[in-house]
């Protein structure tokens, strides 16, 4: 009896030490939540979006559990580097000017920037009929460097929002002639929506590598293993077909480019 208990008591032991969900250190995964479809929230107040999806796709796949912290774009770099996140998965570009401040992960998704303003309204791809016009574009984002180094010499004026969401209000309002963004953001936050009827692309796609990096990553502290770890996990769920299950839930395209 007293070997049976011992197994049993062995046995117990055994089970106890193996790794589980609850026993992992939580991956705190920064996000700002007014960015659809990537990132948004649902009436009764939780996150939803293609980045989320993805996001917890990615924490199961690496067996850890997912804590979400929202923060304001601009504020993700800084919560990230004081460690109050791990992580920023909130459709981030990976440009050479963010590297020197984190390291990032492989990308998850590829799509070029465009700019929408009243539908009919002619620009040419040297866009010199943006003289004058007032752009909105999200503080801290790829986009407003672009504006600012590409479209203000040409005479347009700038001018930067906390949220994509309050661009599209003055847009539709009229106290903006337009903005630049993710093609895929507008088309699905905006151009879909009625606040959008009446607006378009316009101009050309913008794709320079100088500005819009190699594609959307996860951003980490430098030096960080979590980079190859979740690059891995990435890898992972495409290979699966998890990726694809997610995409397909809002895209009717692959999102993930060349």
Not at 27 to 46: M, N, Q, R, T, V
Not at 88 to 111: A, E, H, P
Not at 152 to 173: C, F, H, R, T, W
């Amino acid at each position: 009896m007293k070997k049976l208990v011992l197994l049993g008591a062995l046995a117990l032991s055994s089970v106890l030490s193996l790794p589980t969900f609850a026993d992992e250190k939580p991956l705190k995964i920064g996000i700002e939540a007014a960015y659809p479809p990537f990132a948004s929230k649902a009436p009764d107040g939780s996150i939803v979006g293609f980045d989320y999806d993805i996001g917890n796709a990615l924490c199961e796949e690496m067996k850890v559990k997912c804590v979400w912290v929202e923060q304001e774009f601009d504020g993700l770099i800084p919560a990230l580097k004081v460690r109050k996140i791990d992580a920023i998965l909130s459709s981030m570009s990976i440009t050479d000017d963010r590297k020197k401040s984190v390291d990032f992960t492989g990308k998850y998704y590829n799509t070029p920037a465009r700019l929408v303003m009243k539908a009919g309204t002619q620009v040419s791809d040297g866009l010199t009929e943006l003289k004058g016009k007032n752009i909105g574009v999200q503080r801290g984002s790829i986009h407003e460097r672009f504006a600012r180094e590409v479209l203000a010499p040409l005479g347009a004026e700038i001018k930067p929002y906390g949220s994509q969401n309050e661009i599209y209000l003055d847009v539709a309002a009229g106290r903006l002639d337009g903005t630049v963004a993710d093609a895929t953001l507008l088309n699905d936050g905006f151009l879909k929506t009625d606040a959008g009827k009446g607006f378009a692309f316009v101009g050309p796609a913008f794709t320079d590598t100088k500005y819009f990096g190699d594609g959307v990553g996860i951003a980490v502290r430098k030096g960080d293993a979590l980079k190859d770890k979740i690059t891995g996990a990435i890898a992972a769920i495409r290979e699966n077909g998890k990726y694809k299950q997610i995409q397909d839930k809002y895209f009717d395209f692959d999102i993930y480019g060349q």
